[in-house]
T-cell receptor, first 114, second 111 residues
Framework: GAVVSQHPSRVICKSGTSVKIECRSL??????MFWYRQFPKKSLMLMAT?????????EQGVEKDKFLINHASLTLSTLTVTSAHPEDSSFYIC??????????FGSGTQLSVL | DQQVKQNSPSLSVQEGRISILNCDYT??????FLWYKKYPAEGPTFLIS?????DKNEDGRFTVFLNKSAKHLSLHIVPSQPGDSAVYFC??????????FGAGTTVTVRA
């Protein structure tokens, strides 16, 4: 099946620094990618929808200046957590749509901000 | 506002028996429902889905039932196997394909 690669799988950073997470569709062109955030024992919360070549659409309550999303090509979307703080520590997951209703997920990134 | 709810955070079942996972939703506009399986430190993988025009979909050991009037769906796994131990997420969507997820149910299959 389709593969979505997400990198890095785990990152630890100091408060105030920025972290970039990459999401790549390896064997298909993803016109739409989604970014989710998961808190412990909570559901996956959609943060934003990323369409290739256009600005991301953010869900209510998600700060677009805090979570910068770039979808520069049909195979790559990036999420940058700017000026990270401890409350940004979470599990971030991307997913990509292959042109059908099925979504394929990356393996996730565990972000820990000290 | 949680539109998809999985009220049982965990489920323990003996190998060979049936696992039944439940999911409730509040948005009547949802027209497509999915179940995802997730192992630790991995992303969710698609398991099975059902359209709102159906009330049952079966794929091997996995069957999903949809009761639209009750806004309820369930996933049956029979027989349960040790490899089925994972977190199972229920998800729902409508036209714009954005998924709303439940909080997940951790299934443990005992040998």
């Amino acid at each position: 099946g389709a593969v979505v690669s997400q990198h890095p799988s785990r990152v630890i950073c100091k408060s105030g620094t920025s972290v970039k997470i990459e999401c790549r569709s390896l064997d298909f062109q993803a016109t739409t990618m989604f970014w989710y955030r998961q808190f412990p024992k909570k559901s996956l919360m959609l943060m934003a929808t990323s369409n290739e070549g256009s600005k991301a659409t953010y869900e209510q309550g998600v700060e677009k200046d805090k979570f910068l999303i770039n979808h520069a090509s049909l195979t790559l979307s990036t999420l940058t957590v700017t000026s990270a703080h401890p409350e940004d520590s979470s599990f971030y997951i991307c997913s990509a749509r292959e042109g059908s209703e099925k979504l394929f997920f990356g393996s996730g990134t565990q972000l820990s901000v000290l | 506002d949680q539109q998809v709810k999985q009220n049982s955070p965990s489920l323990s079942v003996q190998e060979g028996r049936i696992s039944i996972l439940n999911c409730d939703y509040t948005n009547s506009m949802f027209d497509y429902f999915l179940w995802y399986k997730k192992y630790p430190a991995e992303g969710p993988t698609f398991l099975i889905s059902i359209s709102s025009i159906k009330d049952k979909n079966e794929d091997g050991r996995f069957t999903v039932f949809l009761n639209k009037s009750a806004k309820h769906l369930s996933l049956h796994i029979v027989p349960s196997q040790p490899g089925d131990s994972a977190v199972y997420f229920c998800a729902a969507s409508f036209n714009d394909y954005k998924l709303s997820f439940g909080a997940g149910t951790t299934v443990t299959v005992r040998a």
